[in-house]
């Protein structure tokens, strides 16, 4: 049950990470190549589809790798496991606090009503991005490595 639990848990955050780095360098790229009214409509619809769909996914990643990390203390590999849960937490406190209150103004923007800074916004999302998928990035690491 343990193997499964951890091959479950691995592939869901492989899966957020492959997404998450998709978005930041292939899709913010494409969007960011659009015509200016373009590419903020997009930069919305993106914010209003992934924004429902993320906050799940991440504290379902949390949450699988701590009942990993629970299920599989007197294993090896659980002190990965705890350095992949709290890198995890870092990536929630992270969306919380910085990412999520620009992605809730952004979604709702139009070009009728789109405030000047627009831009300057999403590139102080688009930065704190970076920060995040390197972060979850790492958790990822950690947890494949303590399959092996």
């Known amino acids: ?3 499964a639990l951890q091959v ?3 592939v869901i955050v492989g899966l957020m990470v492959g997404v998450e780095f998709s978005v930041l360098f292939v899709v913010n790229r494409i969007l960011n190549a659009l015509p200016e009214d373009s590419a903020q409509l997009g930069h919305a619809h993106g914010g209003r589809m992934l924004g429902a769909l993320m906050p799940f996914w991440y504290i379902g990643s949390l949450l699988l790798s701590a009942v990993w990390a ?4 007197h294993h090896d590999g659980a002190g990965l496991v705890v350095t992949a849960v709290v ?3 870092v990536s ?5 606090l910085l990412l999520v209150p620009i992605n809730n103004r952004g979604k709702n923007w139009t070009p009728e009503n789109r405030p000047v800074d627009w831009k300057e916004q999403l590139d102080r999302w ?3 991005h970076y ?3 390197a972060v979850i990035i790492a958790a990822f690491a950690f947890l ?3 399959l092996v």
Do not use: E, K, Q
């Not at 929630?92 to 919380?96: A, L, N, P, T």
């Open 131 to 133: 920060v995040r998928v």
């Open 144 to 146: 494949v490595s303590a």
């Open 70 to 73: 629970a299920a599989g203390w």
């Open 8 to 10: 479950f848990t691995t």
């Open 87 to 89: 890198l995890l937490i």
């Open 1 to 3: 049950m343990l193997n």
């Open 126 to 128: 688009t930065r704190y």
């Open 92 to 96: 929630v406190v992270m969306s919380v």
